[in-house]
């Protein structure tokens, strides 16, 4: 039986863990002790505690997230209830900031704050060799990523097949953007990149084909940008696919050569907007130069065949309504792919809360921390502005209403989706779990009787859109709605993509 538990609840089954594997790959002489076991918030904590104990483990380590820390709380609570003497151990962004005011962390043995790559394994020596530390809160030392060993080999065949796999060419961010806890890093460090491409390699001769980076700033170091490209533009076929988060500003021209390389449908990139108000980005410590981020999006989306996602964030503080909407429309006309709507969140750390005084910031105290209200947005308006968020993701970024979409939007696209979204909520008092045929009706209904849109050009577009998804029949969209409730379906980040493609 194994004596180290390493463990999480991750937001669905396709998410595998990276920090967990970090931790396995780093475990020195206890690696052959150690077991890494992945569960979902959705399961039952009961359930996970019984999962967890037939290993009849010694040590029991928790990587806590904003997404999973409800949950995890409720696992802690039970296995220590059931089993005291399992000594548990605490790790990740959540735990690592304020942990002496959180209920998880006093019921748990440890808790690891900052980067516990290494940390973790030194712990459990000491307390298996019984030389436990006095102090519960334990600081990890400054990491040098030379000395990591990389955790790519503890990614299973299983995982390759079916799940996402995470890597990263280096860690940190050296931009300030106060919503981010990325604005207590100093800089970003680079992994050595030849053995970071070996290790990658090693995972593409497995049989991996979509890799998604989760480093923070890809385009930050161009060289390193290049040589990364270089090595997937060697091995290309027509099943790779790559995501990259970049900054939105800064596409040298050698850069954009080599991105010029890669065939449809290969390349993701996540592009953080965040804000388009020059006000709101000096305030929250955010440089962004908003003309080239313009011209960069409009040369990726023209001039490329990479995948747009774009982000920006809802309830910053100093945006109110008509800023977040002027910021939209701009974007809009960008030419984005998707583009995702985040709410404002109180991250553990994070040093936006140092305008909750000025600017009324009120945060859900529950996770995931959701703003509720700011002196700019009150409540009910950020309600509205959450489901804006809701039904944008069903209809626009499902990629099911590419023919549709830019008839809804027409000229006004945040005010015609604001007036769509208000009475789709009137309408129907859902958000969630709309059967995907009542929502082609519900389109078709808001854009003739609220939007008051031609409606021979509208059911022309909805009847392409039908046909295209994996609907059958010949729908009638003015007859009488249908009450089904079955949730609509995410898509893969693949398939979604290939949607939009489709209209590029």
């Not at 890494?36 to 019984?50: N, P």
């Not at 997937?232 to 970049?246: A, I, S, V």
């Amino acid at each position: 039986m194994s004596t180290i538990l390493l463990t999480t609840l991750n937001a669905r089954y396709s998410h595998a863990s990276l920090g967990l594997r970090y931790l396995l790959a780093n475990m020195g002489g206890l690696r052959q002790r150690s077991q890494l076991l992945e569960f979902t918030i959705k399961q039952r904590a009961i359930d996970i505690v019984e999962a967890l104990l037939a290993h009849q483990p010694t040590i029991v380590g928790f990587g806590v997230y904003i997404w999973n820390s409800r949950e995890t709380a409720e696992v802690v609570a039970l296995l220590k209830c059931i089993r005291p003497e399992v000594m548990i151990i605490l790790g990740g962004p959540e735990v690592s900031y304020e942990t002496e005011q959180q209920v998880i962390c006093e019921q748990a043995d440890y808790t690891i704050t900052g980067q516990a790559d290494m940390a973790f394994a030194k712990l459990c020596q000491q307390l298996l060799d019984n030389h436990a530390p006095a102090q519960k809160i334990i600081t990890a030392a400054p990491l040098d990523l030379n000395l990591l060993i990389l955790p790519y080999a503890e990614y299973s065949d299983e995982d390759i097949a079916h799940r996402v796999v995470y890597v990263e060419a280096s860690r940190g961010c050296p931009f300030k953007c106060e919503f981010c806890l990325s604005a207590l890093d100093k800089t970003a460090t680079p992994f050595e990149l030849d053995h970071f491409l070996a290790e990658m390699d090693a995972l593409y001769q497995r049989g991996l084909r979509h890799f998604k980076f989760v480093d923070r700033t890809f385009n930050l170091k161009v060289d390193n940008s290049l040589r990364v490209l270089e090595f997937f533009l060697q091995r290309l076929d027509e099943d790779l696919f790559l995501h990259f988060e970049l900054i939105p500003d800064h596409l040298p021209e050698r850069l954009r050569e080599t991105i010029q390389r890669f065939p449809p449908g290969s390349l993701q990139f996540e592009i953080g907007v965040q804000s388009l108000n020059p006000e709101v980005q000096h305030l929250i410590s955010r440089k962004q130069d908003n003309n080239k981020t313009a011209e960069n999006l409009h040369w990726i989306r023209n001039q490329a065949h990479a995948h747009i996602h774009a982000d920006l964030i809802i309830g910053l503080p100093g945006e109110d309504m008509a800023s977040f909407a002027h910021g939209f429309d701009q974007l809009s006309a960008m030419g984005s792919h998707e583009i995702q709507l985040g709410i404002l969140k109180r991250l553990r750390g994070s040093p936006i809360i140092r305008h909750t005084e000025a600017f009324d910031l009120r945060f859900s105290p529950l996770p995931p921390y959701n703003i509720l209200s700011t002196s700019c947005i009150d409540f009910a308006t950020m309600q509205r502005l959450t489901r804006f968020a809701r039904y944008w993701d069903l209809i626009a970024n499902s990629g099911r209403f590419n023919k549709t979409l830019p008839l809804l939007l027409g000229t006004n696209p945040f005010n015609n989706f604001m007036a769509l979204s208000d009475w789709l909520y009137t309408e129907t008092d859902l958000t969630h779990r709309i059967q995907l045929q009542r929502l082609f009706k519900l389109v078709y209904q808001g854009a003739t009787e609220r939007l008051k849109l031609n409606i021979e050009e509208i059911n022309d577009a909805l009847q392409l859109d039908f046909e295209s998804s994996s609907l059958r029949g010949k729908p009638n969209f003015a007859s009488p709605l249908s009450g089904a409730t079955t949730e609509v379906g995410q898509k893969s980040v693949a398939s979604r993509q290939s949607r939009h493609l489709t209209d590029s």
